[in-house]
């Protein structure tokens, strides 16, 4: 499961920069609709990520 956990946040990752450096609406401070969709996408698969990490290490 880690293994698959860090490659869905890792392609989340990939596809939220390649849009967002492709998108003419998406800002430093504002996403369009599917930028917002990727990063909120990135946002959960990394915490998932991390507090398996956590939990492996203990903490």
């Known amino acids: 499961m880690p293994d698959d956990?860090?490659?869905?946040?890792?392609?989340?990752?990939?596809?939220?920069?390649?849009?967002?450096?492709?998108?003419?609406?998406?800002?430093?401070?504002?996403?369009?609709?599917?930028?917002e969709r990727l990063y909120e996408r990135f946002v959960q698969l990394q915490d998932a990520y991390l507090n398996h990490q956590r939990r492996q290490q203990g903490r």
């Open 5 to 35: 956990l860090y490659q869905r946040y890792q392609a989340a990752h990939r596809a939220r920069l390649a849009h967002t450096t492709s998108c003419t609406n998406c800002t430093d401070g504002a996403r369009c609709l599917d930028g």
